[in-house]
């Protein structure tokens, strides 16, 4: 049972929470004119950059909307031993913040695969298709023929940048697989799902998976989830042997991605665990391909219950930039935080704030990182969720609780 105490002590307000004292020093007129005075200087001080960006960074809080921005400030400022409400992520700290308007061509309300291709491609295009402009029929392989839109990657490699996608989901989920695969349906992951999601015209297409890895040989950093979209149904996973692949077509594409690049003669690595993504030399490995769960990766509130150990979305994307920078060129990089949508749409707050949290770890170290001078970052959400801050809760009440009924409210 939550129990909430409030003391007044010479002036300060000691908010105390099941033996957790956190003390609220007066926040008088003085107080709130200075801090308006102090951003208002900011603002009218700041330069603006008019540098040609030679890298970019694109990351994508996958369902995060503005109450899941304010819930995530407040988790993390709480989980920090404050009240929460004046916390502020390392997001919100950008020179420039705006709000962004989604929908796609067929839909009010947008999902991952539209708005994803949107944004890396520059085309609005129809719900559940990747990719592809509206002349597309959903689930329909043979209307695919002259659809196909390049994206933001394919840009950044004609000239001559590196590039790479981090995700906490399927590598061929819909938020990545918009950077690299053309599709009439986002749920083509593997031949399997093809075959069945259009019998009659499957062998016009190819499934996400494949496309990832026999036609994007140039992409030099790509860690995930989703082995099982790589592996043929004749082998078990090597993490959950209990579990084989999705393949019906008896290709191995994770032997197939290193085969080719044994060829290339390249310095490249597979990884699958923990230990082997620390043991990675950024220094010394031009390819990796990480995928580190059979399917998604863990919730960030889980992660260190996986069975053989996960890297965080700061530690991906902070070994990603390591080996995309040593591109004098520059590079470009999509991060998604893709799980924050998956834990709105179970009903879990805990998980989606806890990953809201990670993704902002991950921008925080990519700052840390890099030069605004000639590395452009940007953090942005694809579409929003039905997720509710109710009640009139005291200060630092615990995002995760409950309000408790005062009286009536007028």
């Keep these: 049972m939550l129990g909430l105490h409030l003391l007044n002590v010479v002036g300060i307000l000691v908010t105390v929470w099941n033996g957790l004292s956190l ?68 997001f919100e700290r950008f020179p420039i ?21 949107a944004f890396l491609s520059g085309v609005k295009t129809k719900a559940g298709v990747l990719g592809v402009d509206d002349q597309i029929i959903r689930g329909n392989c043979s209307s695919q023929k002259d659809a196909n839109v390049d994206s933001i990657i394919q840009w950044a490699e004609k000239a001559g940048k590196s590039t790479g996608i981090v995700t906490t989901t399927r590598i061929t989920h819909a938020t990545p697989a918009a950077g690299y695969a053309h599709s009439a349906h986002r749920d ?60 019906e077509d008896a290709r191995d594409l994770i032997q197939q991605w290193q085969d080719k690049k044994a060829r290339d003669g390249t310095n490249y690595k597979y990884i699958w665990n923990k230990t082997e993504f620390d043991n990675l030399d950024p220094a010394r490995t031009d390819f990796v391909l990480g995928l580190f769960e059979f399917d998604h990766m863990q919730y960030s509130a889980n992660r260190g219950k996986d069975i053989a150990g996960e890297p965080s979305l700061a530690e991906m994307t902070q070994k990603a930039i390591k080996i995309l920078q040593k591109n004098d060129k520059g590079f470009f990089l999509l991060v998604e935080g893709g799980r924050i949508d998956h834990g709105h749409h179970i009903g879990k707050a805990k998980y989606a704030l806890s990953d809201t949290v990670a993704f902002d770890e991950a921008v925080a170290k990519a700052v840390s990182m890099t030069d605004e001078k000639d590395t452009l970052i940007v953090a942005t959400a694809d579409h929003s969720h039905v997720f509710t801050i109710g009640g009139y809760s005291s200060r630092g009440r615990p995002i995760l609780g409950t309000q408790p009924i005062y009286g009536t409210c007028m």
């Design 23 to 90: 003390e609220l020093e007066p926040q008088l007129g003085s107080f709130w004119n200075k801090a308006a005075q102090d951003e208002i200087t900011k603002r009218l001080t700041q330069k603006q950059n008019t540098n040609i960006a030679k890298s970019v960074i694109l990351f994508v809080g996958d369902g995060m909307g503005v109450t899941t921005v304010t819930a995530a400030r407040i988790y993390m400022g709480q989980l920090n031993s404050r009240t929460g409400e004046e916390s502020t992520l390392s």
């Design 97 to 117: 913040v705006g709000l962004s308007k989604t929908y796609n061509t067929d839909q009010q309300t947008s999902d991952s695969a539209g708005t994803a291709t």
């Design 188 to 247: 083509w992951e593997n031949d399997a799902k093809l075959r069945k999601g259009d019998p009659e015209g499957y062998q016009n297409c190819t499934d996400i998976a494949r496309q990832l890895v026999e036609n994007n040989h140039h992409i030099e950093v790509l860690m995930g989830g989703g082995r099982r979209n790589f592996l043929p149904n004749t082998s078990s996973d090597p993490e959950h042997i209990n579990k084989n692949g999705s393949r």
